[in-house]
């Protein structure tokens, strides 16, 4: 492999683990380069100026270079942008982290993923500090309507579309008065006894979330897309983030 | 040759420890061996026997051969003021300063949700039955500055506020000594955001 040297790139932290007595291995979500595994080099001690950057969920600036797989870390600066992410929003970074490690692959490149992970931060940073709302949402509430619209825009940009514009039998335009049934594999098959509103689906279609049951239909096509493209291998932060939940 | 054998064996074990890398493990084991048979010997024993009788503290989960440490069973302790840290040696940190008069809970790690590790991984129900015996008044969550300590922590203040305990995070910022210029944004942003009034 030839020695890679980037400059300035703009990344998030998506984990990081212990490496050695002072060092730390990031997987950096970079927006032009993908997912790229980082060493960064005596952060862990008492005096490192780089520490209190080194964090997920920050907007970074990250230089970096190497011949292998693991990169150097040879520069680290802060961006400009306002993520801080509190309480609840927290937990969701975790799951949104997750889902990018799993869903974008190391060195593919997803700039318009990279785009709406960083918008999705920043929603979640706002949700935290806002009182109030236009459709009267709880944060908790609030913090799922980003949840989905990320998700539904990752499915997107990854070619993993939802098949939802259509009635997969009858090609007929969604009827917002009547029920469906939907399938990961399939789309949305309009039956009187479907388990999702037509409504749903329209604002899944809309991308905008403006009532419970909408947002609770959406959450449960989700998890039906999502677990269908895992392909049996379940994510690890949502049986703990349940769990967390149960508690708040 | 020399790598092979109880001595090559002995250096490799070595190398288990922090910090101590095949160069100096090699210098351990020949000073044992030559020059401080006695020490070797101490050694030995004293690990062995550490290993067969420390355990986890029944209340605070701290590292103790007894059933119950002596900060746990001590009278002139605040038995009433917990402080919570992600490890033992958090703990023998704060406790080395001095100024911590309370008790404390060892949580041994930290809630991170990405490497599979909930409430129920980190053994938090033994925290919450403490909680429900009501000894307890308030807490101090000393869990680490990074996103996973303070995810513990605001799960924990969670968990203390439905037994209506009161709980406080310690505050993270400049360190005494320290020069604006020299800190990073990280750090400058979170002590701005615990100021404190000068009144
Ligand atoms: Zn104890």
């Not at chain 2, 420890?17 to 048979?37: C, E, H, I, N, T």
């Not at chain 2, 550490?50 to 355990?55: D, T």
């Not at chain 2, 991984?121 to 500055?145: P, V, Y």
């Amino acid at each position: 492999m030839t020695e890679t040297v980037v400059e300035c790139q703009p990344g998030f932290i998506l984990h990081h683990r212990r490496y050695r007595e002072t060092s730390l291995i990031l997987e950096v979500f970079t927006r032009d380069y993908g997912i790229i595994s980082i060493l960064a080099k005596g952060v862990r001690k008492a005096k490192s100026r780089t520490a209190g950057l080194l964090l997920p969920f920050k907007a970074l600036s990250v230089s970096y270079c190497g011949k292998a797989e693991l990169k150097t870390l040879t520069q680290v600066e802060a961006q400009p942008i306002h993520t801080d992410l509190t309480g609840l929003a927290l937990y969701c970074g975790f799951y949104v982290n997750e889902l990018i490690g799993r869903f974008c692959h190391k060195h593919d490149p997803h700039p318009e993923v990279y785009a709406d992970y960083r918008d999705c931060l920043m929603q979640l940073t706002r949700v935290m500090r806002e009182t109030e709302n236009p459709a009267g949402f709880t944060p908790l509430l609030q913090v799922e309507a980003v949840l989905r619209l990320f998700e539904l825009n990752l499915m997107q940009h990854i070619g993993l579309a939802l098949l939802t514009e259509y009635d997969a039998h009858t090609e007929a335009p969604i009827n917002t008065d009547a029920q469906y049934f939907f399938q990961a594999e399939r789309g949305v098959i309009e039956h009187v006894a479907g388990t999702v509103s037509g409504k749903t689906i329209q604002a899944i279609n809309d991308k905008v979330f403006t009532d419970t049951q909408a947002l609770s239909e959406a959450k449960y096509i989700m998890r039906n897309v999502i677990n269908f493209h895992l392909q049996g291998k379940p994510l690890k932060t949502r049986a703990i983030l349940a769990k967390i939940y149960q508690q708040l | 040759m020399l790598n092979k054998g109880l001595l090559g064996q002995l250096i490799q074990t070595l190398c288990c420890l922090p910090g101590v890398g095949p160069k100096s493990a090699q210098r351990m084991a020949f000073y044992l061996l030559q020059r401080d048979r006695q020490g070797a010997q101490r050694l030995s024993n004293t690990l062995l026997t550490a290993l067969e009788k420390i355990q986890h503290c029944q209340h605070c989960r701290t590292l103790t051969e007894l059933t119950v440490c002596e900060i746990c069973a001590s009278s002139s302790r605040d038995q009433s003021l917990l402080c919570v840290v992600e490890t033992p040696s958090d703990a023998w940190v704060v406790e080395q300063a001095a100024f911590f008069k309370g008790v404390y809970f060892i949580l041994h790690g930290r809630l991170s949700p990405l490497d599979g590790i909930g409430p129920d991984e980190l053994g938090l129900d033994l925290l919450e039955q403490r909680f429900a015996t009501g000894s307890i008044k308030e807490i101090i969550l000393a869990t680490n500055s990074t996103v996973e300590g303070e995810a513990t922590a605001y799960y924990i203040s969670h968990l203390a506020k439905k037994y209506q305990l009161q709980a406080s995070r310690i505050a993270q910022g400049v360190p005494i000594g320290g020069e604006l210029e020299f800190i990073d944004s990280g750090t400058l942003s979170q002590a701005f955001m615990g100021r404190k009034n000068l009144d």
